[in-house]
C-alpha cells in the first residue's frame, strides 16, 4: 500500500521560509512517474505547484512560485521537498505531496493516483 506523508507545514511571517517533506512508502516509481506538490484553498480548486518527472528528468513549476519555491527529492526517490522562500500570503494553503505517472500535463491533478493527506501552510503578515 502506497502512503506520502507530509511534515514541516505551519504558520510563519510574510517573507519567511519553509520545508515541506513528502515521505513515501511502498511506492515504486514507474519510468515516467512524477511527484509533486500541490495546494488548495477553501472553495477553490487543486492546483499544482511543482514537479518533478523522472520519464523526462524535468522539473516544473507554476509561475507564482518561480524563483521562490524548490523542489527536490532524494535519490532513492522515497522523500520529496519543497522549499519555499520569501513567502507571500497568497501562498497560505493545504498542501499536498502526490505521486502518479505522467500524463502530458504535471499540473493536472487527475493523472495522480497516489496523495497524502496534506499540510497547513500559512503566512501572515
Known amino acids: 500500500q502506497v502512503q506520502l506523508l507530509e511534515s514541516g507545514g505551519g504558520s510563519v511571517q510574510e517573507g519567511e521560509s519553509l520545508r515541506l517533506s513528502c515521505v513515501a512508502s511502498?511506492?515504486?516509481?514507474?519510468?515516467?512517474?512524477?511527484m509533486a506538490w500541490f495546494r488548495q484553498v477553501p472553495g477553490k480548486k487543486r492546483e499544482g505547484v511543482a514537479a518533478?518527472?523522472?520519464?523526462?528528468?524535468?522539473?516544473y513549476y507554476d509561475d507564482p512560485v518561480k524563483g521562490r519555491f524548490t523542489i527536490s527529492q532524494d535519490n532513492a526517490m522515497n522523500t520529496l521537498y519543497l522549499q519555499m522562500n520569501s513567502l507571500k500570503i497568497e501562498d497560505t494553503a493545504m498542501y499536498y505531496c502526490?505521486?502518479?505517472?505522467?500524463?502530458?500535463?504535471?499540473?493536472?491533478?487527475?493523472?495522480?493516483?497516489?496523495w497524502g493527506q496534506g499540510i497547513h501552510v500559512t503566512v501572515a503578515s
Open positions: 511502498g511506492y515504486t516509481p514507474g519510468s515516467t512517474d512524477c
Open positions: 502526490a505521486a502518479g505517472a505522467y500524463g502530458g500535463a504535471w499540473y493536472y491533478s487527475g493523472y495522480y493516483t497516489h
Open positions: 518533478i518527472c523522472r520519464g523526462h528528468n524535468t522539473i
